[in-house]
């Protein structure tokens, strides 16, 4: 075994948990209920840390000594029994924050089982998802070696078969094969031969940005003169700054009736 095998890695620490001492199982079918747990006087407020070392999860439980921790209890999990994880945790029927640990003393070999709790439901969830997030990560190893095994067993069998040391195996993996250095592997490209790249998503959205964008003026580029404003005198200037004279537009008058005539007026 490797020194990198006896590495553990910290998954998880919850300041505050409760610990409980578990009164008799009525009944093994009914499960354990933390309503009988006397919860109001819990028997240490410990430490809680997960740890992980390979395929083996450790839920550690650590005293209080002022500044100093002292380990109270551990609970292996090691899914490589062939147990799933409820053999080693399991949670309570009427509480989504207790708990039930089998404990196992690795230097004397005793076994006992134990309550514990959370004040808050994030607490309890995190600590479920991550024995979950464990539980998956053992799950991925095994199908992973089940794999390898039997990709194994094809090149054995394809060996056996007379293929020989390099026969190959549908689906077997080329990690070994190095495609760089094969002399019969050639990547250059042809006399003339092109390459076209279609962009698209955002940086085709900038490039049409950039082909529209106003070109702009550069530096030390002359600055095109405007038309001066139009004089004083002119049709629509005036003496007034800001004022616009209107246009004259000639007004006819209507012509005066005709004198009454002296017949008319007899």
């Known amino acids: 075994m490797s020194a990198f095998d006896e590495l553990e890695q910290l998954l998880l620490t919850l300041r505050t948990t409760f610990v409980y001492k578990l009164p008799k199982l009525g009944s093994a079918t009914a499960g354990h209920q933390a309503a009988g747990w006397d919860l109001g006087n819990p028997l240490l ?41 409820q053999a080693f945790m399991e949670p309570v029927t009427d509480s989504s924050r207790y708990f039930v640990l089998r404990c196992e003393d690795e230097a004397t070999g005793r076994k006992a089982s134990i309550g514990i709790g959370f004040a808050q439901r994030d607490e309890s969830f995190s600590f479920k998802a991550t024995i979950q997030d464990f539980e998956g990560f053992c799950s991925r190893q095994v199908e992973l070696e089940r794999r390898n095994a039997s990709m194994a067993a094809k090149i054995e069998f394809a060996r056996q078969a007379g293929g020989g040391e390099g026969a190959e195996v549908a689906g077997a993996p080329t990690d070994s094969v190095d495609l760089l250095n094969d ?5 250059r490209f042809a006399e003339g031969q092109k390459i076209h790249v279609n962009f698209t998503g955002q940086l085709a959205d900038q490039t049409a940005a950039v082909r529209h964008e106003k070109p702009k003026r550069a530096a030390g580029a002359p600055i095109k003169a405007l038309a001066p404003p ?32 002296a017949a008319a007026a007899a």
């Open 45 to 85: 407020t410990a430490v809680c840390k997960v740890y992980q070392r390979n395929n083996v999860a450790f839920i550690r439980l650590y005293e209080k000594k002022g500044i100093q921790e002292r380990l109270f209890a551990q609970c292996k999990i090691d899914l490589s029994t062939g147990k799933p994880v």
């Open 183 to 187: 002399p019969t592997l050639d990547l």
């Open 230 to 261: 139009p004089a004083a005198g002119s049709r629509y200037g005036g003496k007034g700054k800001g004022k616009v004279r209107a246009p004259h537009v000639p007004v006819r008058m209507p012509a005066p009736a005709p004198a009454p005539s």
